[in-house]
């Protein structure tokens, strides 16, 4: 027993803390990653990839939040340590950014993989004491109450449940794939298969009994042929084991947006009129940052058709088809369609863009034309487009 | 940073706005969007380094709170400043009684604790934008006793009804304070707003009381204009005074106009408000909107012109909205028409196809209303 109460911190909730891994430099990001993380990167309009789990993890009762990053971490720090945005600020509860540390006897280290940045951290969780460890990953748009599947969780008497969404059986093969048996137990689980078994792919969601999973990684610390990761060394880990594991089936909107391609999809996702995720749903609402912006700002001779427009645009062209961040300008004459305009993005007098997704701040300049509505990838520009002079 | 204290006073009894006034003060009033009235005030003294402020609330405070809270919106920490909210019990028996001065009476002992020097009054029911900080220095500099801001206008003959006005010597000493009866013109309009010494303000609070029980603040300082050294000095940019409901509608409308709201809201000067996380708007296939302020959270499928939307509105296919302010969380059913109207919060209009006022005289629709 402590001896004061100060060493005992109490997560009033669910007694589940929460990990999320946003270590990734998200290469397939290209540009849109030079400067921040991958979870740091806009999405939606006025929201940062990273709202989406925190504010899943604030609506599910969550109170504690461990972010574990790597890499260019200044802005994201700064960003997920005002946890007040997310409602994660009340006692007892808060959001921590958790980079490599020197430690007395090991010195500066990095994350060698997943697993392994939960194994670095364990003093970090066991402060808290929690009976549960929910890892998460950084860069999915969804909306998912964890504390219904940590009922699952329960009442399967699980020591790992796996959130695992059908996919088509033609695209399982890009998947990880976990094999169940009738009782809804994993049973195997497949590294992107040649011929599935299943079609029930892996969401990179986990619920573990931190017991458990604690005695597991500290072995796979010492393990030296060890990857250190989840998917190749935790879970099978747990199935030679014979712990038992469960899949959870989840069926609302959910995607990965690991790259441009993806990343514009899911934006445009936005425009539908019966949108799965539905933003507007104030049941369960994704908190971001506020910023100080006048309402969109609509012209006299605006156009604007199958649009989604957050606050401080001004919009004086045409618009079809797109998603406008924060400060997006789009000047008389000119056309934006099948577009997405990151934050403070620029189209100038009579430019034209098409199917493209304008990084933070780029100005496309006057009477340019960028992007064709028939081109295989989403253009990104990340640099200023110069227009007649 | 001007080292003062911030004072937030409410509204005079003496403005009434229609409909709008019976939910909640002038202070608490939605503004371009997804402001409040208050907002303004507390954002200019919170962007010149205040952190000690006064909020005067009478009326039903509810909203006026539950907007403030304690006031982290403003940057203002509540470990190392202080946003206060004042609440004066209103006489019921005659509301000539509800005075400024009447309210700081009930709160004295906030002021005389004060460990400032200068005390900076503002009201709730104008909307300016202005840096204290300079303001103090002006004050100081000039070595006057009182430091008045005034907006000089000519359209004093169809505005500003009810609003005090300077009355300046050609070296912008002021001689008197009257109201604008709206028969000339040209008026330095008064901005209610004030810079003195404490202990002044506290001499005038005490003589004011001994003077009359329906004294006010403008008409003390009036009286003292050849006693002490009271100055005007000029306020220039977007000034509007919500003294009525054509007054409401008006300023808000006139935020559509790129030149009016670009001196209201300068990047370097922003004004902060409470956010209720809404997402971006939305604009369906159908949907038409020109010249207009679009606040986040709406739904848009008809068509919108010359008009303000605050957030979550509905506009339904087909229906159209014009030259309107339209509060937040409505309902504009199919094929529904409004023009000229303020559209209190949580309204649904539906059955009523046309809604359409005089623009000399916009109608208002009341708050929960189903039409």
């Given at each position: 027993m402590p001896k004061n109460y100060r060493e005992v911190r109490f997560?009033?909730?669910?007694?589940m803390l929460a990990m999320i891994l946003?270590?990734?430099?998200?290469?397939?990001l290209l540009d849109l990653t030079n400067k921040v993380a991958k979870p740091a990167v806009a999405f939606g309009?006025?929201?940062?990839?990273?709202d989406y789990p925190l504010s899943n993890c604030a609506n599910s009762g969550i109170d504690v939040v461990g972010v574990l990053t790597q890499y260019e971490s200044v802005l994201l720090n700064s960003y997920v340590a005002a946890g007040g945005r997310w409602g994660l600020?009340?006692?007892?509860s808060g959001v921590f950014v958790l980079t490599p540390r020197e430690k007395a006897d090991e010195g500066l280290s990095v994350y060698r993989g997943t697993a392994d940045a939960i194994s670095q951290n364990i003093d970090f969780i066991d402060s808290y004491s929690p009976e549960y460890l929910l890892i998460l990953s950084g860069d999915h748009i969804y909306k998912m109450d964890y504390d219904e599947m940590l009922n699952y969780h329960k009442a399967q008497k699980a020591e790992l449940t796996v959130a695992v969404r059908p996919v088509p059986w033609k695209e399982a093969s890009r998947f990880g794939i976990m094999n169940t048996n009738e009782a809804g137990e994993i049973i195997e689980f497949q590294e992107k298969?040649?011929?599935?078994?299943?079609?029930?792919?892996?969401?990179?969601i986990y619920i573990f009994t931190w017991k458990s999973l604690r005695k597991t990684l500290i072995a796979d610390m010492k393990n030296?042929?060890?990857?250190?990761?989840?998917?190749?060394?935790v879970i099978p880990c747990f199935l030679a084991e014979n712990r038992k594991m469960v899949a959870y089936k989840f069926e609302g909107y959910w995607k990965d947006v690991g790259t441009i391609d993806s990343l514009w999809e899911a934006n445009m996702d936005?425009?539908?009129?019966?949108?799965?995720?539905?933003?507007?749903?104030t049941s369960w609402v994704i908190y971001s940052d506020d910023t100080a912006a006048l309402p969109a700002y609509i012209g006299p001779e605006a156009e604007i058709d199958r649009a989604y427009i957050t606050q401080g645009c001004i919009v004086e062209g045409a618009v079809h088809n797109s998603v406008l961040f924060t400060d997006a300008e789009v000047k008389p004459g000119a056309i934006v369609e099948d577009t997405v305009l990151m934050p403070g993005a620029v189209v100038e007098e009579g430019a034209k863009v098409t199917r493209a997704l304008v990084a933070n701040g780029v100005t496309i300049g006057k009477g340019a034309v960028v992007g064709?509505?028939?081109?295989?990838n989403i253009l990104l520009v990340a640099k200023r487009v110069k227009g007649e002079e | 940073m001007a080292k003062a204290l911030g004072i937030v006073t409410a509204a005079p009894t003496r403005y009434k706005v229609e409909g709008m006034q019976e939910h909640r003060p002038i202070g608490s009033f939605s503004f371009a969007?997804?402001?409040?009235?208050v907002d303004f005030p507390l954002s200019n003294m919170s962007n010149s380094g205040m952190d000690r402020i006064l909020v005067y609330i009478n009326g039903n405070p509810r909203s006026l709170v539950e907007h403030l809270g304690s006031g982290r919106t403003y940057n203002i920490n509540s470990k190392r400043g202080k946003l206060q909210l004042l609440f004066h019990d209103e006489a019921?028996?005659?509301?000539?009684?509800?005075t400024d001065i009447a309210s700081f009476l009930d709160n004295l002992a906030t002021i005389e604790r004060s460990h400032f020097e200068y005390v900076i009054i503002t009201p709730s029911n104008m909307v300016f934008v202005q840096d204290y900080d300079k303001l103090l220095k002006t004050h100081v500099e000039s070595g006057a006793d009182i430091t008045l801001l005034y907006h000089r206008t000519d359209e004093a003959r169809e505005k500003f009804h009810g609003c005090d006005v300077l009355n300046l010597?050609?070296?912008?000493?002021?001689?008197s304070i009257e109201m604008?009866?709206?028969?000339?013109?040209?008026k330095n309009i008064f901005m209610d707003t004030y810079i003195l010494k404490k202990e002044l303000l506290l001499e005038l609070i005490d003589r004011a009381k001994n003077l009359s029980s329906m004294y006010t603040l403008s008409q003390m300082v009036s009286d003292v204009c050849s006693e002490y050294d009271v100055r005007g000095v000029a306020h220039r940019g977007f000034f509007a005074a919500i003294t009525d409901l054509k007054s409401y509608y008006d300023a808000n409308l006139s935020l559509i106009d790129v030149k009016n709201a670009s001196s209201l809201f300068d990047p370097k000067w922003p004004i902060y408000t409470k956010t209720t996380d809404s997402c971006p708007t939305q604009y369906f296939e159908g949907a038409s909107v020109k010249n207009s302020l679009i606040s986040n959270g709406c739904l848009i499928e008809g068509t919108v012109e010359n008009s303000v939307l605050g957030r979550g509105i509905k506009v339904k296919p087909g229906a159209v909205i014009r030259n309107s302010v339209v509060l937040a969380y409505d309902e504009i059913g199919e094929g529904v028409h409004i023009e000229n109207q303020v559209v209190d919060k949580w309204a649904k209009i539906t059955h009523a196809k046309e809604i359409v006022s005089d623009p000399e005289k916009p109608g208002y629709v009341r708050r929960d209303d189903i039409l």
């Open positions: 997560m009033s909730q669910n007694n946003a270590g990734g430099r998200g290469s397939r309009g006025k929201y940062r990839i990273i600020d009340s006692r007892d298969p040649k011929e599935p078994k299943s079609n029930l792919a892996s969401m990179g030296p042929d060890s990857s250190h990761d989840f998917g190749n060394d936005l425009l539908d009129k019966k949108s799965e995720l539905n933003m507007n749903d064709s509505r028939d081109s295989e | 969007g997804r402001y409040r009235m019921n028996t005659n509301e000539i009684y509800n010597n050609r070296q912008k000493g002021v001689l604008n009866l709206g028969n000339t013109k040209d």
